[in-house]
């Protein structure tokens, strides 16, 4: 992937929230912020602009000048900490926004002469917040508003964007899915639970609590967990999907990591397929 420093926009009085810790509620079990921060994992650097929190992974802290000046001013102290060509710049409230969004950005906004690319809505409106943007040309229109303005705190997004050339990419429906108000925190809590993405929101959630990067496919622990309640008893299988993942961490030593994972549940499979072959047996 190309290399990109990322500013996530973590400040704002949430008023339509109440005032809550927006970028700290959680969804799925994860902060807001962290479930951004897990999009942009691959960033050089990653500056939140925003109050101090505990996150996933380390980032570099900035606030803007004033304190809620708004996000103008926000991307401004944002870019001061960043040194890559291309600059990710996202919002803290994006539960659904994945690394395929944010590739797609990227590759759009190599293309030609262009200074950007801005994520668009499935109502064909701009988010200047899932964007990324060329950093001597923001950092040129910052400084242009900035001096025209007398600053940057309380202006409008817009005037950034209608100065760039960017290109739109349409990306997932839900990437620039925003949590504004209790309703669309709601909304959001219940789209992960969703049959079609409860098991891969809630295995990614786990190896976020338990500091595991491993990618393995699920399905083949499903199908073993399968084969074990089936062929030995019910209670085989989350036991026996335990000792699989024991031994994949003791094989990891010696080179392991998915193939490690599939590797023992091939081999448990079969075990458990040959004990149910012996109930068969006169």
């Known amino acids: 992937m190309t290399a990109y420093d990322a500013i996530v926009l973590a400040g704002g009085a949430a008023k339509?929230?109440?005032?809550?810790?927006?970028?700290?509620?959680?969804?799925?079990?994860?902060?807001?912020?962290?479930?951004?921060?897990?999009?942009?994992?691959?960033?050089?650097?990653?500056?939140?602009?925003?109050?101090?929190?505990?996150?996933?992974?380390?980032?570099?802290?900035?606030?803007?000048?004033?304190?809620g000046g708004g996000p103008l001013a926000a991307l401004g102290a944002g870019v001061r900490h960043t040194a890559a060509e291309r600059l990710l710049v996202l919002s803290a409230d994006l539960p659904f926004l994945g690394a395929d969004t944010v590739g797609s950005l990227l590759a759009a906004a190599g293309r030609g002469d262009l200074e950007g690319a801005?994520?668009?809505?499935?109502?064909?409106?701009?988010?200047?917040?899932?964007?990324?943007?060329?950093?001597?040309?923001?950092?040129?229109?910052?400084?242009?508003?900035?001096?025209?303005?007398?600053?940057l705190a309380g202006l409008p997004l817009r005037l950034l964007t209608h100065e760039l050339r960017l290109s739109r990419v349409a990306a997932d429906p839900l990437a620039s899915f925003d949590c504004d108000t209790w309703e669309d925190i709601a909304s959001a809590r219940a789209r992960i639970r969703e049959?079609?993405?409860?098991?891969?929101?809630?295995?990614?959630?786990?190896?976020?609590?338990?500091?595991?990067?491993?990618?393995?496919?699920?399905?083949?622990?499903?199908?073993?967990?399968?084969?074990?309640?089936?062929?030995?008893?019910?209670?085989?299988?989350?036991?026996?999907?335990?000792?699989?993942?024991?031994?994949?961490?003791?094989?990891?030593?010696?080179?392991?990591?998915?193939?490690?994972?599939?590797?023992?549940?091939?081999?448990a499979a079969a075990l458990a397929l040959r004990w149910a072959d012996e109930t068969g047996t006169p």
Not at 199 to 222: F, M, Q, R, S, Y
């Open 16 to 67: 339509r929230l109440g005032g809550a810790d927006k970028p700290g509620l959680q969804v799925g079990g994860r902060a807001l912020l962290d479930r951004v921060l897990a999009a942009c994992s691959d960033a050089g650097t990653t500056v939140v602009v925003g109050g101090r929190r505990p996150t996933v992974r380390a980032v570099t802290w900035a606030r803007e000048e004033p304190q």
């Open 118 to 151: 801005v994520c668009t809505d499935q109502a064909g409106r701009d988010q200047p917040l899932v964007a990324v943007y060329r950093a001597e040309p923001l950092r040129r229109e910052l400084a242009l508003l900035a001096a025209e303005h007398g600053g």
């Open 195 to 267: 049959h079609g993405t409860v098991l891969d929101e809630w295995i990614t959630a786990v190896k976020n609590e338990l500091g595991i990067e491993l990618d393995v496919d699920t399905a083949v622990l499903l199908d073993l967990a399968r084969d074990a309640a089936h062929g030995v008893a019910r209670p085989a299988a989350p036991l026996t999907t335990f000792l699989v993942g024991y031994a994949a961490a003791k094989a990891s030593g010696d080179g392991g990591g998915p193939e490690a994972v599939a590797e023992a549940a091939r081999k």
